[in-house]
């Protein structure tokens, strides 16, 4: 056996021994990606009907989730194509870099699968809106009357209030104090 020929059976063994170790570090990715689809799907089945936030947030945060949706789907194949190769191309020259380029490609799509998700998710913690909220007020009278619930429309110059006895108008001219409450 030539020297020539031992270098050559080296050569050929360390391209192999890359591709399994690339292999390798993909069957660990594979995991990881289908906790990331794991997570992208309880976050769509937590989704509740009677979020606060605008219409078009939640169509928003729906596109996202769905486009989370494909980038794993793409990714676990991408990836998985490295973790579990179908072809017998063993040949270390061109399999190892394109394997390589393979994962790297994979591990980017999750990691941009995940960003949209929790950009999705986001959605879910919008506050709720001081406009469905009806703030009470206490109005007192200039002769001590007092009066207290939420305000209502009414005419010009006066102050609606909706009391548990029906809605009191108080013209702007009896009115001695107007003072927010938290509750009557």
Known sequence: MEPSEAGAGHQAAAPADRLEKLS?????????????????????????????????????AAALAVAALAA??????????????????TD?????????????????????ALILAVIAALSGW???????????VAVTATNGQAWCGP???????????????GVVTVPAQAIAQVQPVAQC
């Not at 990714?75 to 072809?87: D, E, K, M, N």
């Not at 270390?92 to 941009?112: E, M, Q, Y």
């Open 24 to 60: 390798s570090s993909a069957r660990g990715w594979h995991t990881i990606q289908m906790a990331v689809l794991g997570f992208i799907g309880i976050c769509g089945i937590l989704r509740t009907g009677s979020s606060p936030a605008p219409r078009a947030v939640q169509w928003l």
């Open 72 to 89: 794993a789907c793409a990714a676990i194949f991408t990836v998985g194509r490295v973790a579990y190769p179908v072809s017998d191309d």
């Open 92 to 112: 270390g020259a061109s399999a190892a870099p394109d394997a390589a380029a393979r994962l790297r490609a994979g591990i980017r799509l999750t990691i941009v």
């Open 126 to 136: 919008w506050p709720e809106s001081a406009a469905g909220t009806t703030a009470a």
């Open 151 to 165: 305000l209502v429309g009414g005419r010009a110059s006066a102050i609606s209030v909706r009391t548990a006895q």
